[in-house]
Protein backbone atom coordinates (compact mmCIF):
# COMPACT_ATOMS: atom_id res chain seq x y z
CA UNK A 1 0.00 0.00 0.00
CA UNK A 2 1.76 3.58 -0.88
CA UNK A 3 1.72 6.11 1.86
CA UNK A 4 1.10 9.57 1.58
CA UNK A 5 2.91 11.07 -1.06
CA UNK A 6 4.00 14.73 -0.95
CA UNK A 7 5.92 16.96 -3.13
CA UNK A 8 8.57 18.83 -3.48
CA UNK A 9 10.47 17.23 -0.76
CA UNK A 10 12.44 20.56 -0.04
CA UNK A 11 11.75 24.14 -1.60
CA UNK A 12 14.01 27.07 -0.96
CA UNK A 13 12.65 30.55 -2.33
CA UNK A 14 12.74 34.35 -1.13
CA UNK A 15 10.93 35.90 1.63
CA UNK A 16 7.81 37.70 -0.24
CA UNK A 17 7.58 35.06 -3.06
CA UNK A 18 4.76 32.66 -3.37
CA UNK A 19 5.22 28.64 -2.52
CA UNK A 20 2.76 25.65 -2.58
CA UNK A 21 2.82 22.20 -1.14
CA UNK A 22 1.24 18.78 -2.80
CA UNK A 23 0.14 16.42 -1.03
CA UNK A 24 -1.38 12.51 -1.68
CA UNK A 25 -2.97 10.94 1.17
CA UNK A 26 -3.36 7.54 1.10
CA UNK A 27 -5.95 5.91 -0.88
CA UNK A 28 -9.28 5.35 0.66
CA UNK A 29 -8.49 8.37 3.22
CA UNK A 30 -11.34 10.87 3.58
CA UNK A 31 -9.64 12.81 6.25
CA UNK A 32 -6.48 14.85 5.45
CA UNK A 33 -4.47 16.98 7.73
CA UNK A 34 -1.65 19.76 7.21
CA UNK A 35 0.97 20.18 9.69
CA UNK A 36 3.76 22.44 10.13
CA UNK A 37 6.80 21.68 12.12
CA UNK A 38 9.30 23.56 13.67
CA UNK A 39 12.68 23.01 14.40
CA UNK A 40 12.96 20.74 17.82
CA UNK A 41 9.07 20.49 18.18
CA UNK A 42 6.47 18.25 17.45
CA UNK A 43 3.78 18.64 14.97
CA UNK A 44 1.06 21.67 14.75
CA UNK A 45 -2.11 21.20 12.90
CA UNK A 46 -2.47 23.94 10.41
CA UNK A 47 -6.05 22.25 8.41
CA UNK A 48 -7.78 19.25 9.04
CA UNK A 49 -10.34 18.19 5.87
CA UNK A 50 -12.97 15.46 5.92
CA UNK A 51 -13.54 14.53 2.21
CA UNK A 52 -13.29 18.06 0.48
CA UNK A 53 -14.66 20.44 3.62
CA UNK A 54 -12.02 21.98 5.92
CA UNK A 55 -13.78 21.43 9.19
CA UNK A 56 -10.91 23.21 11.31
CA UNK A 57 -8.92 25.96 9.79
CA UNK A 58 -8.60 27.67 13.29
CA UNK A 59 -4.80 27.65 13.34
CA UNK A 60 -4.40 28.79 9.75
CA UNK A 61 -2.62 32.47 9.24
CA UNK A 62 -5.45 33.17 6.56
CA UNK A 63 -3.66 36.25 5.91
CA UNK A 64 -0.86 34.18 3.72
CA UNK A 65 -1.78 30.74 3.98
CA UNK A 66 -4.59 28.76 2.07
CA UNK A 67 -5.49 25.18 1.46
CA UNK A 68 -7.78 23.48 -0.76
CA UNK A 69 -8.86 19.63 -1.49
CA UNK A 70 -11.28 20.10 -4.60
CA UNK A 71 -12.39 16.51 -5.16
CA UNK A 72 -11.42 15.66 -1.49
CA UNK A 73 -8.48 13.73 -2.62
CA UNK A 74 -5.25 15.70 -3.32
CA UNK A 75 -4.68 18.62 -1.46
CA UNK A 76 -2.46 22.00 -1.90
CA UNK A 77 -1.57 24.12 0.89
CA UNK A 78 0.05 27.35 -0.23
CA UNK A 79 2.06 31.00 1.49
CA UNK A 80 1.32 33.79 -0.17
CA UNK A 81 3.66 35.50 0.39
CA UNK A 82 6.28 33.67 2.31
CA UNK A 83 7.67 35.05 5.78
CA UNK A 84 11.40 34.26 7.13
CA UNK A 85 9.59 32.62 10.00
CA UNK A 86 7.97 30.01 7.79
CA UNK A 87 10.87 28.40 6.98
CA UNK A 88 9.75 24.97 9.05
CA UNK A 89 8.69 21.28 7.72
CA UNK A 90 5.23 21.06 6.31
CA UNK A 91 3.93 17.78 7.04
CA UNK A 92 0.57 16.16 5.01
CA UNK A 93 -1.78 13.15 7.06
CA UNK A 94 -4.11 11.20 6.12
CA UNK A 95 -6.80 9.12 8.67
CA UNK A 96 -9.23 6.42 7.57
CA UNK A 97 -11.89 8.48 9.17
CA UNK A 98 -12.45 11.65 11.21
CA UNK A 99 -12.87 9.68 14.58
CA UNK A 100 -10.19 10.45 17.05
CA UNK A 101 -9.32 7.17 17.78
CA UNK A 102 -7.84 6.56 13.94
CA UNK A 103 -4.08 6.94 13.73
CA UNK A 104 -2.76 9.51 11.04
CA UNK A 105 -0.12 8.40 8.87
CA UNK A 106 2.34 10.90 7.80
CA UNK A 107 4.32 11.92 4.69
CA UNK A 108 7.24 12.87 4.61
CA UNK A 109 6.93 16.46 4.56
CA UNK A 110 8.52 19.21 2.37
CA UNK A 111 10.90 21.34 4.30
CA UNK A 112 10.77 24.77 3.41
CA UNK A 113 13.57 27.39 3.48
CA UNK A 114 13.00 31.40 3.05
CA UNK A 115 15.74 33.28 2.61
CA UNK B 1 -6.73 22.82 26.75
CA UNK B 2 -4.48 19.55 26.25
CA UNK B 3 -1.35 19.37 26.27
CA UNK B 4 1.34 16.75 26.42
CA UNK B 5 4.79 17.11 28.22
CA UNK B 6 7.94 14.92 27.22
CA UNK B 7 10.23 15.71 29.83
CA UNK B 8 13.37 14.32 28.30
CA UNK B 9 14.82 16.23 25.72
CA UNK B 10 17.28 12.60 25.60
CA UNK B 11 17.26 9.20 26.87
CA UNK B 12 20.94 7.57 26.45
CA UNK B 13 20.60 3.67 26.51
CA UNK B 14 23.09 1.18 25.56
CA UNK B 15 21.96 -1.67 23.52
CA UNK B 16 20.09 -4.82 25.04
CA UNK B 17 19.08 -2.78 27.98
CA UNK B 18 15.65 -1.54 28.52
CA UNK B 19 14.81 2.06 27.60
CA UNK B 20 11.85 4.20 28.51
CA UNK B 21 10.96 6.87 27.06
CA UNK B 22 7.99 9.07 29.25
CA UNK B 23 5.04 10.73 28.38
CA UNK B 24 2.49 12.78 30.80
CA UNK B 25 -0.68 14.01 29.20
CA UNK B 26 -3.89 16.68 30.30
CA UNK B 27 -7.16 16.40 28.21
CA UNK B 28 -10.27 17.27 29.49
CA UNK B 29 -12.45 13.88 28.38
CA UNK B 30 -11.18 10.53 27.45
CA UNK B 31 -7.79 10.72 26.31
CA UNK B 32 -6.42 8.53 23.11
CA UNK B 33 -2.71 8.42 23.14
CA UNK B 34 -0.16 7.90 20.71
CA UNK B 35 3.20 7.30 19.68
CA UNK B 36 5.36 7.61 16.88
CA UNK B 37 8.79 7.76 15.98
CA UNK B 38 10.31 10.15 13.45
CA UNK B 39 13.70 9.65 11.60
CA UNK B 40 16.03 12.04 9.92
CA UNK B 41 14.54 13.45 6.63
CA UNK B 42 11.42 11.29 7.03
CA UNK B 43 7.89 11.52 8.27
CA UNK B 44 6.48 10.28 11.37
CA UNK B 45 5.23 6.50 11.11
CA UNK B 46 3.27 5.43 13.91
CA UNK B 47 4.00 2.78 16.85
CA UNK B 48 1.27 2.35 18.96
CA UNK B 49 -2.03 3.18 20.43
CA UNK B 50 -3.98 3.20 23.28
CA UNK B 51 -8.13 3.70 23.07
CA UNK B 52 -9.20 1.96 26.22
CA UNK B 53 -9.41 -1.87 28.07
CA UNK B 54 -5.69 -3.30 28.60
CA UNK B 55 -3.22 -0.50 29.94
CA UNK B 56 -0.46 -2.48 28.71
CA UNK B 57 -0.16 -1.63 25.01
CA UNK B 58 1.83 -3.49 22.37
CA UNK B 59 3.09 -2.16 18.83
CA UNK B 60 5.30 -2.14 16.38
CA UNK B 61 8.86 -2.95 16.23
CA UNK B 62 8.47 -4.92 19.87
CA UNK B 63 7.88 -1.51 21.89
CA UNK B 64 4.94 -1.18 24.03
CA UNK B 65 3.45 1.55 26.17
CA UNK B 66 1.90 1.50 29.62
CA UNK B 67 -1.30 3.73 29.91
CA UNK B 68 -1.82 5.21 34.07
CA UNK B 69 -4.78 6.95 34.36
CA UNK B 70 -4.42 7.79 37.75
CA UNK B 71 -0.64 9.60 37.01
CA UNK B 72 -1.82 10.94 33.68
CA UNK B 73 1.11 9.22 32.22
CA UNK B 74 1.82 7.13 28.97
CA UNK B 75 5.22 5.76 28.86
CA UNK B 76 7.07 4.13 26.17
CA UNK B 77 9.25 0.77 26.89
CA UNK B 78 11.02 -1.45 24.74
CA UNK B 79 12.25 -4.28 26.91
CA UNK B 80 15.89 -4.71 24.39
CA UNK B 81 16.89 -1.84 22.78
CA UNK B 82 18.41 -1.62 19.38
CA UNK B 83 20.90 0.72 17.75
CA UNK B 84 18.95 1.18 15.06
CA UNK B 85 15.78 2.44 17.92
CA UNK B 86 18.06 5.42 17.55
CA UNK B 87 15.67 8.24 16.56
CA UNK B 88 13.58 11.22 17.84
CA UNK B 89 10.14 9.82 19.25
CA UNK B 90 6.60 11.93 19.96
CA UNK B 91 4.01 11.08 22.38
CA UNK B 92 0.48 12.85 21.21
CA UNK B 93 -2.91 12.78 23.18
CA UNK B 94 -6.49 13.16 20.99
CA UNK B 95 -9.49 14.14 23.70
CA UNK B 96 -12.44 12.18 22.58
CA UNK B 97 -14.42 14.70 20.87
CA UNK B 98 -17.22 14.65 23.39
CA UNK B 99 -16.17 16.80 25.95
CA UNK B 100 -15.26 19.95 23.80
CA UNK B 101 -11.86 19.89 23.89
CA UNK B 102 -11.26 20.54 19.94
CA UNK B 103 -10.55 16.92 18.70
CA UNK B 104 -7.02 17.58 17.73
CA UNK B 105 -3.96 15.93 17.99
CA UNK B 106 -1.77 17.29 20.29
CA UNK B 107 2.11 16.65 20.28
CA UNK B 108 4.50 16.55 22.67
CA UNK B 109 8.21 18.49 21.94
CA UNK B 110 9.69 15.09 21.33
CA UNK B 111 12.38 12.77 23.10
CA UNK B 112 15.74 11.69 21.10
CA UNK B 113 16.52 8.37 21.78
CA UNK B 114 20.36 7.15 21.18
CA UNK B 115 21.02 3.34 21.91
CA UNK B 116 24.91 2.84 21.81
CA UNK B 117 27.01 -0.02 21.87
Known amino acids: EAGVVQSPRYKIIEKKQPVAFWCNPI?????LYWYLQNLGQGPELLIRYENEEAVDDSQLPKDRFSAERLKGVDSTLKIQPAELGDSAVYLC?????????????FGPGTRLTVL | AQSVAQPEDQVNVAEGNPLTVKCTYS??????LFWYVQYPNRGLQFLLKYITGDNLVKGSYGFEAEFNKSQTSFHLKKPSALVSDSALYFC???????????????FGTGTQLKVEL
Open chain 1, 27 to 31: SGHNT
Open chain 2, 27 to 32: VSGNPY
Open chain 2, 92 to 106: AVRDDGVTGGGNKLT
Open chain 1, 93 to 105: ASSLGAAPYNEQF
